[in-house]
């Protein structure tokens, strides 16, 4: 159903297959040395070449630094082997991430002329000594702060399952990237819901670990460390193959499969749930393909042996206030320039002006009560091992309609569509967007698996038997 066949040709690395491969594939096939970095790269560049005018995933492509580290890595390995787990893999950070030799404009107009970057995030670092390369960097809204991937100095990243709507936010060009072939996988961090909610949005799997767990990230125990890094691909098994590279250690050369995926699930105690912690403060309406996916997964999991129940879940009030005070109180931590404010956007001018009238107090007290929060809702979910929920509440809209709305009203329509994900940065779990089903239209609508603390592994393995059992 969403599955991603392999057509018969890809069996050939080399031939007119190579589009068909999943990245474990393709990991394969250049670390046995039967396709060689530079033919993936450009392979990859030249679906960028023709796909990306239509739907703007990257910001910036940049094939000369990428087909001479490809060439590097071919040289490499004919001198000593595979440089790493993603020996010759081709990649793109979103546009928030520092690469050397890329400029980072953080979606802004602010940024746009910024100096080039002289070194690598960390995170960029670890997957390029892993033996990666970039091609470009994504598409990003500005500071990667809204649910969508429009911005004012680029083209938005669009939907490659409809080229006129959104491919969600804020890891919208990656996903739109993936989904549309010019990338086998893509890195993405999630601060509210960034990978779940682009991957639910075009048809593929995303993983935001729990807070803590990827070693480049911060780990700053608190309701104010929101972002993680994650992983977004066509499937389970391939999220899970970028997910082991992103937390280091030895290398997965050889390996059947990711690591990650060594820790089966066993049986489960499943709950699922459409309870939306923005209740009642905005009115959360699922549309109905989003109410069958959570059903069907829910069904085929209970034929699957494990214990699946409705779960009895009531979130205290006051978290959509809270955290729009903690999510916007982000944007005065940014390093603005003087005189930056007349070039943000709308959004970004809005959360900037709500951010400097909080006084110490106040974003105090507003910490405070989403720490408690937390606790509570973290505390009822313990008693699953697995909750599920949707993840989007209704099929992406159309590129311009978030941006179309005064700045309050842009928010609240965001929330409305993503109701379920900022909740689980904030209790610091793991998560993993899956799809399900597609609609009439085409639509892909996906479920999202909220683990407990430590459960990446066991949540991508349940996600590859979900894509097993849904299949047909």
Known sequence: MNQRDTPADAADPTGPGLDGLTALQLRDALA?????????????????????????????????????????????????????????????FKDLVDVAGMRTTFGSRVMAQA??????????????????LSTGKTTVPEFGLPCHSENLISAPARN?????????????????????????????????????????????????????????????????????????ARNAVD???????????????????????????GQLRIGYSTASPFSPDLDITLARPAVDALTAAAAALGRDGHEVVEADLSYAPGYHRDFRTVWTS???????????????????????????????DQLATSVG???????????QLAAHDVVLTP???????????????????????????????????VMGLPAISVPVLRDADGFSWSVQAIGRPGTEGPLLALAARMEQLLAG
Not at 118 to 128: F, G, K
Not at 337 to 359: I, N, Q, T
């Open 32 to 92: 046995a040395g039967q396709v060689s970095t530079v033919d993936v790269t450009r392979h990859f560049l030249a679906v960028a070449e023709q796909r990306n005018p239509e739907l703007g995933a990257f910001i910036t492509l940049d094939p000369e630094a990428a087909l001479q580290r490809a060439e590097e890595l071919d040289q490499r390995f004919a001198e000593a082997g595979a440089t790493g787990s993603l020996h010759g893999m081709p990649l793109a």
């Open 115 to 132: 100096p080039v970057a002289t070194e690598d995030d960390p995170l960029a670092a670890s997957l390029h000594a892993a033996g990666a």
């Open 160 to 232: 490659p399952l409809d080229a006129d709507r959104t491919a969600g936010g804020s890891t919208g060009g990656g996903a739109a990237a993936v989904a549309a072939g010019m990338l086998p996988f893509a890195p993405g961090n999630d601060g509210g819901g960034s990978v779940r909610i682009p991957a639910a949005a075009c048809g593929l799997v995303g993983l935001k670990p729990g807070r803590g767990a990827v070693p480049t990230d911060q780990q700053e125990d608190s309701v104010r460390n929101l972002s993680v890094s994650g992983p977004i």
């Open 239 to 265: 999220a899970a193959l970028l997910y082991d590279a992103m937390l280091g250690g030895p290398g997965g050369e050889g390996r059947s499969l990711p690591r990650a995926l060594e820790a089966a699930p």
């Open 330 to 360: 982000a944007l005065t931590r940014v390093p603005l320039p003087d005189g930056a404010e007349p070039l943000l956007g709308p959004l970004s001018a809005h959360f900037l002006e709500l951010a400097r009238g909080y006084s110490e």
């Open 369 to 379: 009560r989403l720490t408690a929060w937390a606790a509570d809702a973290r505390r």
């Open 391 to 425: 993840v989007l509440a209704f099929a992406p809209p159309a590129i311009g309609t978030f941006t179309a709305l005064p700045p309050a009203e842009d928010y609240e329509l965001q929330c409305r569509f993503t109701p379920y994900t900022s909740m689980v940065n």
